[in-house]
Nanobody, 115 residues
């Protein structure tokens, strides 16, 4: 069993920055990847960024150049640095990983971008 805990969501003005954190209950090297998804009201959950164990990354087109996914192996933590935030980035952000044929999700953290 794997537990994921997100934090860092907040209300921020357009153009601002936030850093989300996701702490895993075991070494993140035991997973193939760590990822961030988001779900806005009335919309489907979408992949935002993924960081593979080998270091490769994927970003959704809508966040390229603004968001950065990174990790701290010693702290079993994955981060999502979000810059130049836009109102359309407003959503609940979820941490996600995969282990032993099972997908795991955190409880989510709310990000609201509004003036």
């Amino acid at each position: 069993q794997v537990q994921l805990g997100e934090s860092g969501g907040d209300l921020v003005q357009p153009g601002g920055s936030l850093r989300l954190s996701c702490v895993a209950s075991k070494s993140i090297f035991s997973f193939n990847f760590m990822a961030w998804y988001r779900q806005a009201p009335g919309k489907e959950r979408e992949l935002v960024a993924r960081l593979w164990t080998g270091g490769s990354t994927y970003y959704a087109d809508s966040v390229k150049g603004r968001f950065t996914i990174s990790r701290d192996n010693a702290e079993n933590t994955v981060y999502l640095q979000m810059n130049s935030l836009k109102p359309e980035d407003t959503a609940v952000y979820y941490c996600n990983t995969h282990s032993s044929s099972t997908f795991y999700w955190g409880q989510g953290t709310q990000v609201t971008v509004s003036s």
